[in-house]
């Protein structure tokens, strides 16, 4: 599993990118409205069902979708914000995980012109819970090369996602609060993020999420695991609407 209009779109000579923003060649700290999609759609689409095979117990895990080396994972609470960070930390938990036998049903991914390419609404369902189902949005984004480099969740629950279903189900306002518009480096050919960069830095001073994010960055293990700890077992009634 698992808010604000882009801060991003910085002033200066270059092209612009689809919803506005200033995007010079080859920017690294661009921001992810300057993403353009470089491969077929159904590459985007596969690589997002690939990401719930690998959470799906009746899948085999025998391969992973392709990462990016920094790709980031952020669940909004309830859930327990930065849940990977890096390539090596993802795959981890992705063999972690299957200690923890859920299903991924329901699957409805669909690709997007504008970033993020690939939107799911989907549904756990977990052993440990009596397979209560447990409904997410989730959006992939992804680098020139077909990467996915920021995965973003949310409980698709009517308080908990900020969007209305029946207006917006796939999160396409402009003014849709998602944290990977407002990280500088997700909209460059490479789609990598620099935590320590000025750029970054700029971003966490002007948004509390993104300096957030920053702060768990640096320090991954330790603010995951005190997530963790807060969070308790009730996160999944909240979270799964039981």
């Not at 991003?8 to 999609?37: F, M, R, T």
């Not at 992705?94 to 690939?118: G, T």
């Not at 995965?151 to 849709?176: G, K, N, T, Y």
């Not at 807060?230 to 996160?235: N, P, R």
């Amino acid at each position: 599993m698992r808010l604000m209009l882009p801060l991003l779109a910085v002033a200066c000579d270059g092209p612009a990118g689809p919803k506005g923003a200033a995007c010079p060649e080859g920017d690294p700290d661009a921001p992810l409205a300057c993403s353009q999609p470089t491969l077929p759609e159904v590459h985007y689409v596969d690589a997002a069902l690939a990401y719930f095979d690998t959470m799906d117990s009746r899948v085999p895990l025998e391969t992973f979708p392709a990462y990016s080396e920094r790709v980031v994972r952020w669940e909004w609470p309830p859930w327990l914000k930065l849940t990977a960070y890096t390539r090596e930390v993802i795959e981890l938990s992705d063999q972690l995980l299957r200690a923890y036998p859920s299903v991924v049903d329901d699957r409805d991914c669909r690709y997007f012109p504008e970033a993020p390419f690939a939107r799911c609404r989907i549904t756990f369902r977990y052993e440990a819970h009596d397979d209560l189902p447990c409904p997410i949005y989730e959006e992939f984004t992804f680098n020139e090369a077909g990467e996915i480099t920021w995965i973003e969740a949310w409980s698709d629950q009517p308080d908990l996602l900020p969007l209305d279903p029946a207006e917006d189900p796939w999160a396409e306002d402009p003014s849709f609060p998602r944290l990977a518009a407002r990280v500088p480096g997700l909209g460059s050919p490479s789609g990598l993020i620099d935590p320590d960069g000025d750029a970054m830095a700029d971003a966490a001073e002007a948004d509390a999420n993104v300096a957030d994010l920053v702060r768990r960055m640096a320090d991954f293990g330790g603010t995951w695991g005190a997530e963790a700890a807060a969070a308790g077992d009730e996160m999944w009634s909240v979270g799964c609407g039981w």
